[in-house]
């Protein structure tokens, strides 16, 4: 089975530093996306890992420890639209019929 | 480039009645899926479609059911609606078959069920 944690909700202040962590327990693993979903809008990509370790990509950062089932999105300098949920999904194996299993979300509110 | 695009935006529709969502795809994209976004919940998997098959199916009931076209647009059938069927509905689409692929979603369709 398949079963993927987020914290609910984030607060956070403009211009500081935020980790979103996911925590993963799944019967085959093959990567981790995290996406950036504003209120109404599509889900956007941010990043995919499948090897430890820390992806930097501007602002925006992933980590992953697959021996720990752990994850996390960590974004600096925080602005006002980055308010939004982020959602983090884990790739099934090869095989396993590309069906993503997202948690729930968290839904980060950055304030002034 | 175009995204993923979904129509409609909102749909109402009361119990028992067939609900049709459409979804195209990015240009060249061969692979469709569909995801369920209730209220609360995270995305669920519903379906994945390419080259005109059923690759892959969620843990849904089979009123829910759907189609990939020749020019890989596809179609989300909902029959026999139940309120408990009231979600955003969001179609992606992949270049590929990989299963490390990423998936680009369209802005979804909003279903009542009344």
């Known amino acids: 089975g398949q079963n993927i944690d987020q914290p609910t909700e984030m607060t956070a202040t403009e211009g500081a530093i935020v980790q979103i962590n996911c925590t993963y327990q799944t019967s085959g693993f093959n990567g981790l996306f995290w996406y950036q979903q504003h209120a109404g809008e599509a889900p956007t990509f941010l990043s995919y890992n499948v090897l430890d370790g820390l992806e930097e990509k501007g602002r925006f950062s992933s980590f992953l420890s697959r021996s720990k089932g752990y994850s996390y999105l960590l974004l600096k300098e925080l602005q006002m639209k980055d308010s939004a949920s982020y959602l983090c999904?884990?790739?099934?194996?090869?095989?396993?019929?590309?069906?993503?299993?997202f948690g729930t979300g968290t839904q980060l509110k950055v304030e002034l | 480039e175009a995204g993923v695009t979904q129509s409609p935006t909102h749909l109402i529709k009361t119990r028992g009645q067939q609900a049709t969502l459409r979804c195209s795809p990015i240009?060249?994209?061969?692979?469709v899926y569909w995801y369920q976004q209730a209220l609360g919940l995270g995305l669920q998997f519903l379906l994945w479609y390419d080259e005109g098959e059923e690759r892959n199916r969620g843990n849904f009931p089979p009123r829910f059911s759907g189609r990939q076209f020749p020019n890989y647009s596809s179609e989300l059938n909902v029959n026999a609606l139940e309120l408990e069927d009231s979600a955003l509905y969001l179609c992606a689409s992949s270049l590929g078959t990989g299963t490390t692929d990423t998936q680009y979603f369209g802005p979804g369709t909003r279903l009542t069920v009344l």
């Open positions: 240009s060249g994209h061969t692979s």
């Open positions: 999904a884990v790739v099934p194996p090869t095989g396993g019929g590309n069906k993503l299993t």
